[in-house]
């Protein structure tokens, strides 16, 4: 799961624009990779989500490359501020709502680690990775300027 921090913190140019250049790269990488189907054990799904004063869903897990590397070329940033706790409820509940596939979920955090509410993000973060969903614990890493380790 891509998380995208989409506050006013992170400008447009270049910022938000590099963000998306380096997610399609990324995503483009793992094309060897995609699950063949839906039902596989096997093989990657991506999806999109991300945050600003709310969160959004912008694609699904998702196994076809094209359609999430037009999904990350058509996010435009919403603005608004920085609530990290926000995004991370929503890669989780994409994460395990739609894939009950008992493998490893991570959630790649592009951001410039600046939460609105760090006290809250701290919390949601320590519970989403301690809580086991079929099997697995969900993996958080974050890329970006001012990350902490909490």
């Known amino acids: ?4 921090d989409e506050s006013f913190s992170i400008p447009v140019t ?3 624009a590099e963000m998306m250049a380096s997610a399609e790269n990324l995503v ?3 094309n060897p990779y995609m699950a063949n189907s839906y039902a596989s054990l096997t093989g990657l799904l991506i999806g999109l989500t991300s945050f ?3 969160s959004q869903t912008i694609l699904n897990l998702n196994r076809f ?3 999430i590397v037009n999904a990350i070329n058509n996010n435009t940033r919403s603005g608004g501020g920085t609530y990290l706790d926000l995004g991370l409820q929503q890669s989780a509940s994409v994460l395990t709502g739609t894939n009950s596939r008992a493998l490893p979920k991570k959630i790649l955090v592009y951001t410039d680690g600046a939460p609105s509410d760090e006290a809250n993000a ?6 989403i990775k ?4 079929n099997g697995q614990r969900i993996e958080i890493l974050a890329i970006g300027i001012n990350i902490s380790a909490s």
Do not use: C, I, Q, W
Not at 1 to 4: A, H, I
Not at 122 to 127: C, I, L, M, Q, V
């Open 14 to 16: 270049p910022e938000f």
């Open 52 to 54: 600003a004063d709310s």
């Open 130 to 133: 301690t809580t086991v969903y």
């Open 1 to 4: 799961m891509l998380l995208f």
């Open 28 to 30: 483009d990488r793992f």
């Open 122 to 127: 701290t919390k949601k973060a320590t519970e």
């Open 65 to 67: 490359t094209n359609t």
